[in-house]
Every structure is written in C-alpha cells, then in structure tokens.
C-alpha cells in the first residue's frame, strides 16, 4: 500500500559528501515523519536523522553537525546531505515514512529496503 524506495548511496572518499533521497508512494493519507536509520552487520540499528510533520528535526549524536535531513512535501521525498564523511559512516542506511493509509487506518511505519554507503579512500 505505501512504497518507500531509497536512492544515492554509493562509493565515497573520507571527508567528502552525498545526498541520499527517499520517496514514499502509495495510498498515503497523512505523513506524521520521515527519516533514516542505518545499520551494519551484526550492529544494532542506529537513529540517523528524522524529520516530523511540522518540520522538527533530529539526529543520532554521530552524525549532528555533519548531516542535514530535509523533506519535500509535495513529492513526499525526504532527503539525507551528509558531509565530511568517516569510515564509520559505511553502512546500509534504511529510509522510513510514518504514515496512515486512511482517516481510520492505525499509525505505523514503512520501510525501504536500504542503500549502501560506503566510505572508503
């Protein structure tokens, strides 16, 4: 019923900069937040950024002052600039929307299936 699909991960160099992208599609009613996510394997699942309804941010202490979570709303899209990239930044980051499908639907999150960044010289 609702779609998320990721974009623009990929290979960079330490200290350099990408900008992931997400877009959620479907029957959606009413979004109440966005975000991202990331994990590597065998870690637990880390808060990277998220982005509520009225545009209230936040971000996982990692990545504060380097990463900046934006949304358009129109298209429904959620974007992650990430800047002065580390190595510990590698990992397949996970985008999700919160939404409902109708007025009488219950709450719940959606999930895409991840893209791949790795940082690495």
């Known amino acids: 019923q609702v779609h998320v699909v990721e974009s623009g991960g990929g290979l960079v160099q330490p200290g350099g900069s990408l900008i992931l992208s997400c877009a959620a599609s479907?029957?959606?009613?009413?979004?109440?937040?966005l975000g991202w996510y990331r994990q590597a394997p065998g870690k637990q699942r880390e808060l990277v950024a998220s982005?509520?309804?009225?545009?209230?941010?936040d971000y996982g202490d990692s990545v504060t002052g380097r990463f900046t979570i934006s949304k358009d709303n129109a298209k429904n899209t959620v974007y992650l600039q990430m800047n002065s990239l580390k190595p510990e930044d590698t990992d397949v980051y996970y985008c999700?929307?919160?939404?409902?499908?109708?007025?009488?639907?219950?709450?719940?999150?959606?999930w895409g299936q991840g893209t791949q960044v790795t940082v690495s010289s």
């Open positions: 999700y929307c919160n939404t409902k499908t109708a007025i009488i639907a219950a709450r719940r999150d959606y």
């Open positions: 479907g029957i959606i009613f009413y979004i109440y937040a």
């Open positions: 982005i509520t309804a009225g545009g209230n941010t």
